[in-house]
């Protein structure tokens, strides 16, 4: 009489193999869902403190006056003016005419901007009219709770990010 072997898995197995992938997924979802929320803040950030940089550099290379205005709780806007007193829409792309508007993202909003008009405005030498500050709260506050970006007489950016006590 021939022996059969057993070839395959027991039910013990497959179920023990079951439970620890399930484990597994219930501790790495979250961490990338937060990871996944936290890169969209941090590039919704680089995207808007990149225009103010463009802006800046544009004022300079152009001899004239950039405005970075926050029209809306999402949408800010970008303006040019020879003198600082009339301003026109400005694309920072060259050949994309609806460039001067950008959105943050749905999870973002501008919550307190302390320039007059919500706007910063950069002179032909870089510095700035008025220095403040734009604060932007996301809808993860375990995350990343409040952006600040602030903007010195001098034209630098910083940008910090604060997190929910």
Same mark, same amino acid.
């Given at each position: 009489? *021939? ?13 023990? &193999? ?14 990338? *869902? ?7 803040? +941090?590039?919704?950030?680089? @995207? ?14 152009? /001899?004239?006056?950039?405005? %970075? /205005?926050?029209?809306?709780? +999402?949408?800010?806007? &970008? ?6 007193? %009339? ?6 792309? +060259? ?17 307190? #901007? ?13 510095? &700035? #009219? ?15 709770? @409040? &952006? ?18």
């Amino acid at each position: 009489m *021939m022996k059969r072997s057993s070839r395959g898995f027991s039910l013990i197995e497959i179920l023990t &193999v079951l439970a620890i992938i399930g484990i597994m997924s219930l501790i790495t979802v979250p961490l990338f *869902m937060n990871y996944q929320r936290r890169n969209q803040v +941090r590039s919704a950030l680089r @995207e808007f403190t990149t225009t103010l940089r463009k802006a800046r550099s544009e004022a300079i290379g152009q /001899q004239s006056f950039m405005r %970075v /205005q926050v029209i809306g709780g +999402r949408e800010y806007q &970008v303006f040019q003016s020879r003198d600082g007193s %009339v301003w026109a829409t400005y694309s920072l792309a +060259r050949g994309k005419t609806d460039f001067n508007r950008a959105w943050l993202p749905e999870t973002m909003e501008f919550t307190d #901007v302390t320039f007059d008009d919500k706007a910063v405005d950069f002179r032909s030498d870089g510095t &700035v #009219v008025e220095p403040g500050t734009f604060k932007m709260k996301t809808d993860w506050p375990d995350i990343i709770n @409040e &952006v600040t970006v602030d903007v010195s007489a001098a034209g630098q950016i910083k940008s910090t990010e604060k997190k929910a006590p």
